[in-house]
């Protein structure tokens, strides 16, 4: 009782918050996604792999203007100057083939360049479409528990234990293939991993006593579940996607690989690729082999890499919001602390 | 279960309009077990029959230890559970049976401020987004209308409006006490709900809250159900008490009545520990009652009186006849207690003999005086 009395008194002198105006400027722009940005800037590896990524977009995007510039088409087949007289394709570097010809003398460069718009085309959008079934669903199934639930869980279990490419190569007997239908199969088959992360987040989420408060103030459970839950699955979502999107493109080129996606000539990494291996002429021309699969790895390892950083930035296994600021001051003290160490460790 | 009547509930002065009536509301939670089909196979019994009554203006100071069904009650109160069973009556209105669309209106007029001011506002959205809530919920309103009457209402709980688009993450607790206070208030309710608003927070904090809900309170002819286990914010804050133990009302009362004249030696003890900063004001009342052993499980609450296994003076009635929520001789009317042997006025129970009054199942040593 007396405390609180004392406490009466004090608040006289604290009325006017310490902090409201002094650090006005500190407090600036400190929205969570620019403290995600602001820790991932701050990772090499992610940033060099985003840059990759910017690349892959670009050069898929400007693809036509890259191989008007080349002077090469990619589905030309450049019989007098892109094979030896031997019918051997024409190695790196010669007769203005950066990275050789191919057994049917078509430039591997441009065919790289075009195969970059199939393999972005896919990944992104199988991916995107299944963000969206997986976050629908996702929150549906956890929202509303129950039998919605059982039902839905089961349903996304199922899909999940599904053999894709035995399914797939029914499809594709059934439809003939088709872009369209690739990424349609491919999404089908890819939104349930996101589903199920979704829904266990969506559990944890529903008990907040934000979704509580939204419910005394009499909101809706469509607003509760795409006003106020929904914002915080984004970051999941960010991250898993990424993490999704070299999957579905190596799942793409697999297809193609198998002749159930992309049909030739229209160039794929994934055709490229089982073209090249269905002679063994890669046996002395390597590079018509070899480059495609290093476009195809290099752009896995880049999704991957940026979908780590983007985990470690975004965290949202302890999200931040968890954390006091005194606790948040110390975290901040000890990683610069560790910088210091770990730069004063390399100079030695 | 109260046999109390209306008339008893409330406090005197009967011409003051009621604005909520609560009506003998029972809250069981299933305990639920089995991998394939759902078993239940007990259950939380969270609330067990309270009853009680709020006029307009009002402040009823809710207390209990952890775990007794005070935050259950406040969500029967504001329908955010459904009822096991019982009434509560919103300005004569049952809003038990109310359906959603019918609920809405009475949405508007029963408002809560949660504990956790960390927990109860989205991480995600900007503050003005979380305030204009109850507008876009509610009320038609243009975006323009919308911005404004969320500024005034920061303005009005000491926030300032230029901090519209800030995260929640972005503000102190008690800022965001502050916030949560906004929203609440935004649409002009009679009765708030205040589950612990202030027990999250420091105690100068605590105080700039507290007369922040006194002010609106005056301004706005608000009604409060006040829950705190801080005793002493609840005696600056609260008209009248009720004291929950287990999930059922053991004592409830005028303030002033219930501190210094209470009856039921769950109540006596509860006070007892309240800490006295200046020795000076310790009385022989004050003596310290340290009450031995946990809060018995709500799933299998004991028989008779729920608080005979912890309590100094029980006796073999104790366990066997739970004790009515009534007027005990001499006290005056509204002070109800449940109590087969009420604490007179004086008594020191911390002493009181436990050797002739064996309960079963009581914890031995279940008092001790500490004093120097």
Redesign the interface.
Known sequence: ????RA??E??VI??Q?P??KGTEQA?EG???WRLAWGRLKKDRVAMVSLGFIVFLFLVAIFAPLLTALIGHGPNTQYTTSGLSLSGIPVAPGHNGFLLGTDDQGRDVLSRIIYGSRISLEVGVGATALALVLGLVMGIVSGYYGGWIDSILARFMDILLSFPILLFAIAIVARFGPSLDLLIFVIAMFSWPYIGRLVRGQVIALRE???V?????????DV?IMF??IA??L?ALAVIYATLLIPINIVTEATLSFLGLGVLPPTASWGNMIAEAQTGDLFTVAWWFLVFPCVALVLTTLAFNLLGDGLRDALDPRH????ITPTKRVKRAARSARREKDDSGGKRA | MSTATQGDLAVDGTDAKVLLEVDDVVKHFPVRSGALIDRTHAKVRAVDGVSFSLKVGETLGLVGESGCGKSTLA?LV?A?HPVTSGHVRFRGQDITALNRRQ??PI??SV??V???P????????RVGSILS??FS??EKMSRAEVKRQVQELMARVGL?PEHYN?????F?G??RQRI?IA?ALALRPDLIVCDEPVSALD??I???II?LLEDLQDEFMLTYVFIAHDL??V??VSDRIAVMYLGKLVETGPVEEIYSNSRHPYTASLLSA?????QA?RTARRERVILTGDVPSPVNPPSGCRFHPRCPKAQAICATQEPPLERKPGDPIGHLTACHFPVNPGEPLANASRDAAPAPAAVVGATEAVDQ
């Open positions: 009782m007396s405390l609180l406490a009466v004090l608040e604290e009325e918050n902090d409201a407090f400190r929205t969570p907040r006593e934000f509580e408060a939204a419910r005394a103030l009499g909101s809706s607003r006003i106020e914002p915080n984004i999200g931040r919001s968890n | 969500r504001t955010l609920m809405r949405r508007k408002q809560m949660f504990q956790d960390y927990g109860s506002l989205n991480p995600r959205r809530d109850p919920v509610h300032s800030r995260f929640p993450s972005e102190s008690g800022q949560g929203r105690v100068s605590q105080a700039q007369n002493s914010v005696r600056h309240v800490p006295v900063a200046d004001f």
